[in-house]
């Protein structure tokens, strides 16, 4: 589609044309493919990727049309580019045991109240950080209690529906209040989306060693340790949707109640 296109043609013009735009095709070497990726190689690893993709296909494309031999972006690079793997970033995360204090202490920080709750809501609902600071009142069943994330806001593209624990409804009605009930639950003081880093950093600033991301590990970590809960169920509440049984227990109807006690413990152990 046009988005991929124009995706297509930025990567190469920012990071490629300006080294190769002034070879010809069949002058290109692995060198200066490596003068290309080796300065990003590090810092935006995608990109770099991405990048290397795309001359590749530019280059298997040359090689199709009889204007060279090889692909200077192939095999060729891959032993000097440096630790080709990318390590998994690691999700720095506190033991669950702490997670209650941790809450305590933002709660009772002088932080901006969006991104207080926000961050709760998060904790409760073992949720991924776009999701919660993305949710929009409508998505929210206050009588109900739950909490239905449409597909398109996904990671696995699919609908998903969050059992909501009383204190997360207490949560929502505190920015009820502050927010008028409209549009975004927890929106920034400008009244857009809040800013991706704005929780990792208020915990940075309150020194507590995590990210947001991380409070889902330690969720999963308790739910393993301390309940009885089946596998499927805690995958399902973490929406991760990574094997047979659980995609076969998505289309099973009692998962949902079974999910909701899973979350009222969680949020009893952390209160």
Not at 97 to 121: D, I, N
Request: glycine share 8%; aromatic share 6%.
């Amino acid at each position: 589609g046009g988005n991929n296109e124009r995706q297509w043609s930025a990567s190469l013009r920012d990071y490629a044309m300006p080294k190769l735009a002034r070879k010809r095709v069949d002058a290109i070497n692995a060198a200066d493919v490596m003068a290309v990726l080796l300065p990003i190689w590090s810092t935006k690893r995608q990109t770099a990727r991405r990048v290397r993709q795309r001359i590749g296909a530019v280059m298997k494309w040359a090689v199709a049309q009889g204007h060279r031999e090889d692909n200077p972006a192939g095999d060729a690079i891959s032993a000097a580019l440096p630790n080709n793997r990318v390590p998994p970033k690691h999700q720095r995360a506190l033991p669950h045991a702490e997670v209650g204090a941790a809450l305590a202490r933002v709660r009772g920080s002088g932080a901006y109240l969006g991104t207080k709750l926000a961050f709760e809501f998060l904790v409760l609902t073992a949720s991924r950080s776009g999701e919660v600071r993305q949710a929009r009142w409508e998505e929210i069943d206050r009588d109900g209690a739950v909490w239905t994330i449409p597909g398109k806001r996904m990671k696995t593209g699919r609908e998903h529906r969050v059992p909501l624990p009383p204190r997360a409804l207490e949560v929502l009605a505190a920015a009820a209040r502050l927010f008028n009930g409209d549009g975004l639950v927890f929106p920034s003081p400008t009244g857009r989306v809040l800013n991706h880093s704005t929780m990792t950093k208020l915990l940075g600033d309150l020194g507590i060693d995590a990210v947001a991301h991380g409070f889902r590990s330690s969720f999963r970590d308790w739910a393993a340790e301390c309940t009885d809960a089946p596998r499927e169920v805690c995958e399902l509440a973490l929406a991760h949707v990574n094997s047979d049984r659980v995609e076969a227990a998505y289309r099973r109807t009692d998962l949902f109640d079974r999910r909701r006690v899973l979350m009222a413990d969680w949020a009893a152990y952390i209160a």
